[in-house]
């Protein structure tokens, strides 16, 4: 019988084992599958700037993706935007993508058996994946903000990737008027929409959008990018 372990934080990624969700539904892993969406060929993840910017110097033609303190890096090609990414054309591109919690999260959770990015775009694929899949150990790690605080996106992703394991049905409306009050009211905030466009927030919260799962792989150089899985 599959156990399923919730877990939060950067203590939460550290502590996780068996197949691990990595949730970051603001935005980092929303984001991802989008750009897969508009035709990403690879993703790579990295935890810092600093690792971003050296594999792009092995990968010039690379498009830098990511965000600090929720605004685009300096010298980067994209912050963190889904809106921002449906406007961009990333056929066969490769992708470097570096954000403060979710892709921290994956360099984290060291005694994964796998590694699943986690979000409410394609989390109903992800529990059909792990149903189908029926590991001893679930972790499902909610990444909240910047690895340090917990965000009720994140807890409610994790909620409804458990229920849809156990066949339990979410009230989706609530958790999303909760959020439009609360942890998501700053994607709403005028003030914050030259990073984060109002349509991030229901870009993020468009569940089950996509029937893919992504899973996090090493290439021969011990740098971590996501595959697509389809079912």
């Given amino acids: 019988m599959m156990k399923i372990l919730k877990l939060k934080l950067i203590d939460g990624a550290r502590m996780a084992k068996g197949v691990v969700v990595v949730i970051d539904v603001f935005r980092a ?13 690879r993703i790579y993840t990295v935890a810092t700037v600093e690792e971003a910017f ?6 010039p033609d690379a498009v830098l993706v990511g965000e ?11 912050g963190n935007s889904p809106t921002h990414i449906l406007n961009f054309d990333f056929s066969g591109r490769t992708v470097i993508h570096t954000t403060s919690s979710g892709t921290l999260g994956i360099s984290l959770a060291k005694d994964a058996d796998e590694i699943l990015p986690g979000s409410f775009v394609n989390a109903r694929a992800i529990a059909d994946y792990l149903i189908g899949k029926n590991p001893e150990v679930v972790s499902l790690v909610s990444m909240g903000y910047e690895g340090k605080t917990s ?7 994790a909620d409804y990737i458990e229920n849809c394991i156990n066949g339990v049905e979410t009230d989706f409306f609530s958790m999303v008027e909760t959020l439009r009050y609360g942890d998501g009211a700053r994607l709403l905030d005028p003030a914050n929409h030259e990073h984060s466009p109002a349509s991030d927030f229901d870009l993020c919260l468009s569940k089950d959008i996509f029937t893919f799962v992504l899973t996090v792989k090493k290439n021969n150089e011990g740098f971590t990018y996501l595959e697509k899985i389809v079912k």
């Fill in 68 to 78: 600090r303190n929720e605004k685009k890096c300096a010298g980067f090609d994209l």
């Fill in 151 to 157: 965000t009720q996106e994140d807890d409610f992703c």
């Fill in 29 to 41: 892993f929303s984001v991802a599958p989008y750009m897969i969406h508009k035709g990403a060929q």
């Fill in 54 to 59: 050296y594999l792009k110097s092995l990968i």
